[in-house]
């Protein structure tokens, strides 16, 4: 049972348009969720998160925004640039015992801009 | 270079065979956490360790994997009589372990495949 859905493995966008990338989710016990980014051969780095008790953080050209109503939040980037092509990871973070937290990944959105 | 490092960076084994993984998260951070990702899948939470402790561990840690981090710093992690489906990239994170850590550094991981 996927607990985090990126249902588009894949996204093109021109150079300068904005990219909007989709997730959902579907336990309420998460607290925080964060959007990472992968370049080949590299690990996941983090680019924005927003608390649950939020509906909107921004960050430069990112902004992420969040639905709670409809467990569904989106990461916007404007305006999009070459060097964002990147798998985009929407991940979602849970409290699992008194302190201890773990994270749940979606499986990814490859986005690619074109100049 | 500060950030995580991990060894190998690549590693062929044949099946049968164990194969151990290293770890060396940023200094500072004292909570360390294993994923593993398949091909078109997000990272999948195996174990992590608060200082030397090994406080959770997913379902899918089985029998034949073991995590260390006997010091609170570098971790290992001992994968015994591999299978194919061990094949996957293995990634290593590690956080500072505040109430607000939410951000995990990732390392550029382990790509493990077996013959």
């Known amino acids: 049972d996927q607990q985090v859905k990126q249902n588009s493995p894949s996204l093109s966008v021109q150079e300068g348009r904005i990219s909007i990338l989709n997730c959902d989710y579907t336990?309420?016990?998460?607290?925080?969720f964060l959007w990472y980014k992968k370049y080949p051969a590299e690990g996941p780095t983090f680019l924005i998160s927003i608390s649950s008790i939020k509906d909107k953080n921004e960050d430069g050209r990112f902004t992420v925004f969040l639905n709670k109503s409809a467990k569904h939040l989106s990461l916007h980037i404007v305006p999009s640039q070459p060097g964002d092509s990147a798998v985009y990871f929407c991940?979602?973070?849970?409290?699992?015992?008194?302190?201890?937290?773990?994270?749940?990944f979606g499986k990814g959105t490859k986005l690619s801009v074109i100049p | 270079d500060t950030g995580v490092s991990q060894d190998p960076r690549h590693k062929i084994t044949k099946r049968g065979q164990n194969v151990t993984f290293r770890c060396d998260p940023i200094?500072?951070?004292?909570?360390l956490y294993w994923y593993r990702q398949t091909l078109g899948q997000g990272p999948e939470f195996l174990t992590y360790?608060?200082?030397?402790?090994?406080?959770?561990k997913s379902r899918l840690l089985s029998d034949r994997f073991s995590a260390e981090r006997p010091k609170g710093s570098f971790s290992t992690l001992e994968i015994q009589r591999t299978e194919q489906g061990d094949s996957a990239m293995y990634l290593c994170?590690?956080?500072?372990?505040?109430?607000?850590?939410?951000?995990?550094?990732f390392g550029p991981g382990t790509r493990l495949t077996v013959t």
């Open positions: 360790f608060q200082n030397e402790a090994q406080l959770e």
């Open positions: 991940a979602a973070r849970m409290e699992v015992g008194s302190g201890s937290y773990q994270l749940t």
């Open positions: 200094s500072e951070h004292n909570r």
């Open positions: 336990n309420s016990m998460f607290d925080y």
């Open positions: 994170a590690s956080s500072l372990g505040t109430r607000w850590d939410y951000e995990q550094y």
